[in-house]
């Protein structure tokens, strides 16, 4: 039995389904994932992981579109909350990282801050 390669559709028992672009029987190329809970990636792959750009969303409204390398957020992405406040930034290793911008829908308003881990440990100019 040949290995999997160019276009086409694939299903897992656990009821996961991928259809895209494969490589030497690996997610490479472009295509789209549907995890059995519902959450959906579409975007660049290499050897089964998330590497490239790409739009992750999940079953309650959340969004991330961006970069990712070996499976995790890593470079630029935007974060957009089920509640709409947004993150505009950088990711390291899946979590937010350095200098970002984050949206506060109730203040209609934007604030950049400094994330270090997934965590705002500060608002830059915040009085």
């Known amino acids: 039995m040949g290995?999997?390669?160019g276009f086409g559709t694939f299903?897992?028992?656990n009821?996961?389904?991928y259809e895209g672009e494969f490589d030497n029987d690996m997610l490479n190329g472009k295509g789209l994932y549907i995890f059995p809970d519902g959450k959906k990636y579409n975007g660049d792959w290499k050897n089964n992981k998330m590497n490239g750009t790409g739009e992750f969303t999940w079953p309650n409204g959340r969004i991330y579109i961006g970069e990712y390398k070996d499976g995790k957020k890593e470079g630029f992405g935007?974060?957009?909350y089920p509640d709409?406040?947004?993150y505009k930034g950088n990711w390291k290793e899946g979590k937010q990282e350095g200098e970002g911008?984050?949206?506060i829908p109730e203040?209609?308003?934007w604030k950049k801050g400094i994330?270090?881990?997934g965590k705002r440990i500060k608002w830059i100019n915040e009085k």
Do not use: C, L
């Open 3 to 5: 290995k999997k390669k």
């Open 11 to 13: 299903q897992w028992k």
């Open 15 to 17: 009821g996961a389904t």
């Open 78 to 80: 935007t974060y957009t």
């Open 84 to 86: 709409g406040r947004i």
């Open 101 to 103: 911008m984050f949206y």
């Open 107 to 109: 203040k209609k308003a």
């Open 115 to 117: 994330w270090n881990n």
